[in-house]
């Protein structure tokens, strides 16, 4: 875990990690506990590198965390 806190950061985790602090201290603040939980959910995945939305998961494939696999596509006509 420590690992993956100190290698494979990318400007959209970095991103995540921004966004889902904010939100996590602004809600705290503002005592909105919904927030707290969507601020907590981007700051999970930012930390950790978790998710992988849009096939985001490619940069993390040099720390081995997704396995590359190759499509081929047939046309349907």
Do not use: H, P, Q
């Not at 904010?22 to 939980?37: N, P, Q, R």
């Not at 849009?54 to 596509?73: H, Q």
């Amino acid at each position: 875990m420590i690992e993956r806190l100190k290698s494979g950061w990318t400007i959209v985790r970095v991103i995540f990690t921004g966004i889902g602090a904010f939100v996590f201290i602004d809600s705290i603040a503002s005592k909105e506990w919904l927030g707290v939980l969507l601020g907590l959910y981007f700051l999970y995945r930012g930390l950790f590198a978790k998710g992988c939305a849009s096939n985001a998961c490619v940069a993390n494939e040099d720390m081995g965390i997704v396995e590359s696999t190759s499509v081929e596509w047939e046309e349907v006509k």
